[in-house]
Each structure stands twice: as C-alpha cells, then as structure tokens.
C-alpha cells in the first residue's frame, strides 16, 4: 500500500531558486529518505533521516522530519538546471526478525528547473 | 560503488509468453527488491529476497514469480504476460541490518505487452 504521499505533484522553478518538497505518511517509521529519478532511468538515493532526528542536510539539500505530523519536507537551494528529475520519499518499516527494511516509495514530485 | 545491472532497457513480449527479467548486484547485498513504477501510482513493490532461496511476497504479487539462486542474481518471472503488465521493472538491493536501509537501484526494464 502507498505509504508517503508527495505534495506538489510537480513544480516548475527558474534555476537559482530552491524547490520544496513535501511528503505525508500515516504509520510509524524507522526513518525516511528521499531518492532522485531522472528520466526513464533508476532511482538514486539522496538523504536518510531517522525517526528521531528532525533535520539533516547534504550539500544543498536539506530534509526535515516531523514525527507529529508524520510529515518531511525536501528543500533543494540554488536549483541547477541538472536538478530535473522527479523526486521520491520512500519510508522505511523493518521487516519481521530478518534484519531487512522494506520501502515504501510515494508517488513522486516532479521538479522542472528552467535555465 | 555498487553496481545493479538488469538484462534488458527494453523489451517486447507476446501475451501469454512466460517472460525473465533478471537482476544482478555486485556488492554481495543479501536483499533484493523487485517494483514496477505506473505513473499516477509510484513504485509498487512485487516481491523481495533477503536471502538465497529466500522469497517474500510485497504488494502486487499476482501474476509474478521469482527466482533467487545464486546471492548476485534475483529474478523476476511473468508466467503468462498480460497487457496489465506493460510497465517499468525497477530491481533494487541493499545490505541487511538496521543500519544499511538505503537500496541501490538498476536503470530498470521497460516492458511493453502487446
């Protein structure tokens, strides 16, 4: 079952500006990560953050998890042209005693950077 | 850096033939994953293996099978094709473990049912 569900569906900037993402759940989680597609290809992982932090950064990237709302937001700044691609939350529930995770991927944002 | 190959980028079957998409790793990950990605609907889990001969169904097993033999090779198996069935085959792995939860992707598999 879909788990995370993003918001906007897509999202249209001129580069330089930074996009926001947001991502809903509805069950608990081990934690939540973001993953980037570009067109017609896999999907890359960007960021992790764990059900007991709030928010994390990479590079231009900056995630916030609130566990109350059982919401995140993605936040890209200074968008690139070459930040096109449709963007993913995935969360992560263990699986039974296996030491495994399964994920749950949203339906995805995807974000248009015009030069 | 790992690596995820899958054996086709695209492929065209027949309805009704039994179809092999296959999936290998190279970084010795014990669990594999296996989606397909609609658009409106994300990726859908179908099964995944976190180990050899290991298989657990995800959400939209129907009308799939898989097979792991060997710890590098997951695959997926269409029995009979449908044209429901036309869509983009992701496989993706990942270490097990409660700290390893990131999963690699390969480029994917577009299937076209005709």
């Known amino acids: 079952s879909q788990q995370g569900e993003e918001d906007p569906q897509a999202l249209s900037i001129q580069e330089g500006e930074n996009a926001t993402m947001n991502c809903s759940y509805k069950t608990s989680i081990n934690n939540l990560q973001w993953y980037r597609q570009n067109s017609g290809r896999g999907l890359v992982h960007l960021i992790l953050?764990?059900?007991?932090?709030r928010e994390k950064h990479s590079g231009r990237l900056r995630v916030t998890l609130d566990t109350s709302k059982k919401s995140s937001s993605l936040l890209i700044t200074a968008s690139r042209a070459a930040d096109t691609a449709s963007y993913f939350c995935a969360t992560a529930k263990s699986y039974s005693g296996a030491g495994s995770y399964q994920l749950t991927f949203g339906k995805g944002t995807k974000l248009s950077v015009i030069p | 850096d790992v690596k995820v190959t899958q054996s086709s980028r695209y492929l065209v079957k027949r309805t009704g033939e039994k179809v092999f998409l296959e999936c290998v790793q190279d970084m010795d990950h014990e669990n594999m994953f296996w989606y397909r990605q609609d658009p409106g609907l994300g990726l859908r889990l179908i099964y995944f293996s976190y180990d050899v001969k290991m298989k657990e169904k995800g959400d939209i097993p129907e009308g799939y099978s898989v097979s792991r033999e060997k710890k590098e090779r997951f695959s997926l198996i269409l029995e009979s094709a449908s044209t429901n069935q036309t869509s983009m085959y992701l496989c993706?792995?990942?270490?097990?473990?409660?700290?390893?939860?990131?999963?690699?992707f390969g480029p994917g598999t577009r299937l076209l049912v005709l």
């Open positions: 953050i764990r059900s007991n932090e």
């Open positions: 993706a792995s990942s270490l097990p473990g409660f700290t390893q939860e990131t999963q690699y």
